[in-house]
T-cell receptor, first 115, second 111 residues
Framework: DQQVKQNSPSLSVQEGRISILNCDYT??????FLWYKKYPAEGPTFLIS?????DKNEDGRFTVFLNKSAKHLSLHIVPSQPGDSAVYFC??????????????FGQGTELSVKP | DAGVIQSPRHEVTEMGQEVTLRCKPI?????LFWYRQTMMRGLELLIY????????DSGMPEDRFSAKMPNASFSTLKIQPSEPRDSAVYFC?????????FGNGTRLTVT
């Protein structure tokens, strides 16, 4: 049972344009959501997060939007740069029940930003 | 800080052999996680420890898999006997009430 789903395995975008990566979840108990970025032969690194009390969080070129009613979140990268080419993982957990930070991850979306 | 350190980086073994993956978490972190990455399922949580105690091992696929954390600075994930379907990248991560910090993984190939 995949509680966090990223239905697009890959996305290709032109440099300077917006990249939009999508993520859906099924567990209504999730209250904290994160995006991780992964380069080949490296471990995932934390990118940005959002709590369920918010619907938007911005950090430089990266913005995460949360739509709780639709159980959907998205990551916007504006403008996209070739160095953003990586696999992006969406993750979620319930902060109250998972004080240790147990995260449930999606399958990942491979972003390719072309010069 | 050296980050989370995993060894070996690559492991190739034959079906039926025992495999042991190792992890050194970031000093001071009190939670440790073992994840497995596959194309089909992405990053799956296998087991996690809090203060060296296993909290949730519901993701461990079979009895062939076992994990230990004898102290705060070391953990192992063992597969015995290994099978070709165990081939994947195995990640260790640690945290202290913060986003997880991942190691660079061990790529396991079972032939």
């Amino acid at each position: 049972d995949q509680q966090v789903k990223q239905n697009s395995p890959s996305l290709s975008v032109q440099e300077g344009r917006i990249s939009i990566l999508n993520c859906d979840y099924t567990n209504s108990m999730f209250d904290y959501f994160l995006w991780y970025k992964k380069y080949p032969a490296e471990g995932p690194t934390f990118l940005i997060s959002i709590s369920s009390i918010k619907d938007k969080n911005e950090d430089g070129r990266f913005t995460v939007f949360l739509n709780k009613s639709a159980k959907h979140l998205s990551l916007h990268i504006v403008p996209s740069q070739p160095g953003d080419s990586a696999v992006y993982f969406c993750a979620a957990n319930n902060q109250y029940y998972n004080q240790g930070g147990k995260l449930i991850f999606g399958q990942g979306t491979e972003l390719s930003v072309k010069p | 800080d050296a980050g989370v350190i995993q060894s070996p980086r690559h492991e190739v073994t034959e079906m039926g052999q025992e495999v042991t993956l190792r992890c050194k978490p970031i000093s001071g972190h009190n939670s440790l996680f073992w994840y497995r990455q596959t194309m089909m399922r992405g990053l799956e949580l296998l087991i996690y420890f809090n203060n060296n105690v296993p909290i949730d091992d519901s993701g461990m696929p079979e009895d062939r898999f076992s994990a230990k954390m004898p102290n705060a600075s070391f953990s192992t994930l063992k597969i015995q006997p290994s099978e070709p379907r165990d081939s994947a990248v195995y990640f260790c991560a640690s945290s202290l009430a913060s986003p997880l910090h991942f190691g660079n993984g061990t790529r396991l190939t079972v032939t």
